[in-house]
């Protein structure tokens, strides 16, 4: 098993891990096990007051740590700085918000009192991806070890560092050992992790395959879940939309990660009215982005995080093509590796890509591009843009751009989605439940929903 860090800008391999033992990982389930019967009666004021410390620690060293993120999986430096803050954010969040969502609740009914009570569950198993490799943590994390859970993270075997990382912070910050560990494991000792009474529930954020796995091995033992997986967020835009301001967000957002990201829009779904002219101007965006070196302050776009992920796409738009599908820029990742210098022309870098006028039954209808590739739809009516929105059997988020308050009401009620943005991108935001539906999952992070996914909602009735 393969557990290292690889630069994914020139494929070199800077550090190698040797996965845990099976005595190693049994070591660690003990200690969880026991750190949990002390922890869950500490204070939420003593909780908060580490999780504040956690959140400094992740502001001091933002650059280091930013660093680390690009290392690992390529994300320009800009980007992964970004992501570092965002995660004291999230921190500080629920340090503050958690003695309010946590509180009993009274409940009139028929007792001489009746409330309900949220208490935590013990050890919560956390799969995670790559692609934010702080911020998918952090945001379940944070919510989770208020509640008085412990955290084990088995974290994307290519971010073994930022896995280390993430635990000392929590040690830093004066979180006992054992209340977050970090595990470097293979994907396939996720199942007897899962099967073990330990660990009392597990959380997943990757691809439908991982998450359809977790979930079967979850129910054979009956422990909670919660998945958020891939998306092909639909970005409708209207008539009455800025174009300016519309094609620089749809650059924004299909450019998130190295265009990595399950909540980028990845279909643009344009009225007739304005395609011509939205795709021209969305060309030229795409076209004006730098592609380079991601520890380059001035660079836009950088590697995609692996070979398989570089080849799975570009199978992906070569097909496309080969169905007769338009190339508006970009498609040639061969092309684009030449203009680098060395070492670079040996990173996962792919061209910016704009594709268009694709065959029914093409890839561009269901599957989702993980990578720096828009896709571009035309249709005449509102009408036709939700079906083609509502087409695919991704859920995650969607967005669309409007100024006319009746399309906006049509947007918000019939797209199917967890997360409806009118003009303005998809995100996540610590005060707003954050999942999907239909392929894309179930279960939500943030807001008070995300920290009550893992704690036992407990009925009380007394005379």
Not at 51 to 75: F, V
Not at 297 to 305: M, Y
Not at 425 to 445: A, M, N, Q, T, W
Request: net charge negative; charged share 20%.
């Amino acid at each position: 098993m393969s557990i290292a860090t690889i630069n994914p800008a020139t494929g070199v391999t800077v550090k190698v891990f040797q996965a845990l033992t099976g005595a190693e990982i049994e070591s660690k389930l003990e200690l969880a096990q026991y750190i949990f019967e002390s922890y869950r009666h500490t204070s939420l004021s003593q909780r908060s007051a580490w999780m504040h410390r956690a959140a400094k620690i992740l502001e001091e060293k933002r650059e280091p740590l930013g660093q680390l993120i690009t290392l690992e999986m390529g994300k320009p430096l800009t980007a992964a700085i970004a992501e570092v803050e965002k995660c004291a954010l999230v921190c500080r969040y629920y340090a503050d918000q958690a003695p309010e969502f946590l509180a009993d609740v009274p409940v009139a009914t028929d007792a001489g009192s009746s409330f309900i009570r949220y208490q935590p569950l013990g050890a919560i198993l956390a799969v995670m991806p790559w692609n934010f490799p702080f911020w998918q943590v952090f945001r379940f994390a944070a919510p989770a070890l208020m509640a008085g859970n412990v955290g084990l993270l088995k974290h994307a075997s290519n971010v073994p560092q930022c896995a280390l990382a993430i635990e000392r912070i929590f040690l830093q910050a004066g979180f006992s050992a054992g209340v977050f560990q970090t595990l470097l494991i293979g994907a396939d000792q996720v199942a007897d992790l899962v099967a073990d009474d330990r660990i009392k529930a597990a959380t997943l954020t990757g691809s439908e395959p991982a998450g359809a796995s977790l979930a079967a091995n979850a129910g054979k033992h009956l422990k909670k879940t919660v998945l958020e997986l891939g998306g092909s967020d639909p970005f409708i835009v209207m008539e009455s939309a800025d174009l300016e301001s519309t094609t620089t967000a749809a650059t924004t957002t299909r450019m998130l990660g190295n265009g990595q990201s399950c909540i980028a829009a990845k279909r643009f779904i344009v009225v007739d009215t304005l395609f011509d002219a939205f795709a021209q101007r969305l060309v030229e965006k795409f076209k004006a982005l730098k592609l380079g070196d991601p520890m380059r302050l001035d660079t836009h776009i950088g590697p995609l995080a692996t070979p398989t992920i570089l080849n799975d796409l570009d199978r992906q738009v070569q097909t496309c093509i080969r169905q007769g599908a338009r190339v508006l820029t970009g498609g040639n990742p061969g092309a684009i590796r030449a203009t680098l210098d060395l070492p670079l022309q040996r990173g996962n870098f792919y061209p910016p890509t704009i594709l268009t006028d694709f065959p029914v039954g093409s890839p561009a209808y269901q599957e989702e591009f993980f990578g720096p590739v828009a896709l571009l739809f035309r249709v005449k009516t509102l009408d036709e843009a939700i079906d083609l929105a509502n087409s695919t059997s991704f859920g995650l988020g969607a967005s669309g751009w409007t100024q006319d308050p009746e399309e906006c009401d049509r947007l918000v009620s019939e797209l199917e989605a967890g997360a409806v943005f009118i003009n303005g991108i998809v995100k996540s935001d610590p005060r707003l439940p954050f999942g999907g539906i239909k392929r894309s999952g179930y279960g939500r992070e943030l807001g008070i929903q995300g920290i009550h996914e893992f704690v036992n909602i407990k009925t009380v009735w007394i005379r």
